[in-house]
């Protein structure tokens, strides 16, 4: 979804002198044999525009916090965590979107340190973020840190209530879970 709407976003900028551009090449594989696995199809289509989006991207001569958003997010969308991570030391101010982002990848690739050092260094905190690390913490069945994370959070929602009790039921630990569920 975060693809297309770039690539909408960079087709209506494709005016030079009033005339629209093509910008087809930008988001065609190169020429190559059809492959039967559709899969790995969608893979290459979404790594070559993925390249294209990012050489986009550098010659921007100036770039918001919106389009740092929108790369990070579609490489970590893509399972390219390093250049997500190597995009988000680049970015001049980090903000509670990318940052929360990161914590997702970090989580996602294995590495709560990362994960909760990125979120402890947050200087703002919203509800997304404090989910995202109790989730990572709770899928990890890392239950002291999740209950550490869900006591100290300044505000629970929905999300916060359902992802800590769900976590105990996930890692077979029904008393906690009732009690949890009573609490709410």
Request: proline share 4%; hydrophobic share 40%; net charge positive.
């Amino acid at each position: 979804m975060r693809l297309r709407y770039l690539h909408t976003t960079i087709l209506r900028r494709s005016r030079t002198n009033g005339q629209r551009q093509s910008t087809n090449h930008l988001f065609e594989p190169p020429a190559r044999p059809r492959s039967n696995n559709f899969t790995n199809s969608n893979i290459v289509k979404c790594n070559v525009a993925m390249r294209n989006h990012m050489r986009l991207f550098h010659s921007m001569p100036r770039k918001s916090e919106v389009t740092y958003n929108t790369m990070i997010s579609g490489y970590f969308s893509n399972g390219e965590y390093n250049l997500a991570q190597n995009l988000f030391d680049e970015m001049p101010v980090k903000n509670l979107v990318a940052q929360t982002i990161m914590i997702k990848a970090n989580i996602k690739n294995n590495n709560l340190i990362a994960a909760w050092r990125l979120f402890d260094e947050m200087p703002i905190k919203d509800i997304v973020s404090w989910n995202t690390i109790l989730s990572g913490y709770m899928q990890n069945g890392l239950m002291d840190e999740a209950n550490r994370v869900f006591d100290e959070m300044p505000m629970k929602d929905v999300v916060s209530w359902s992802t800590i009790l769900s976590g105990y039921v996930q890692n077979g630990l029904m008393d906690e879970a009732t009690g949890i569920f009573h609490d709410m």
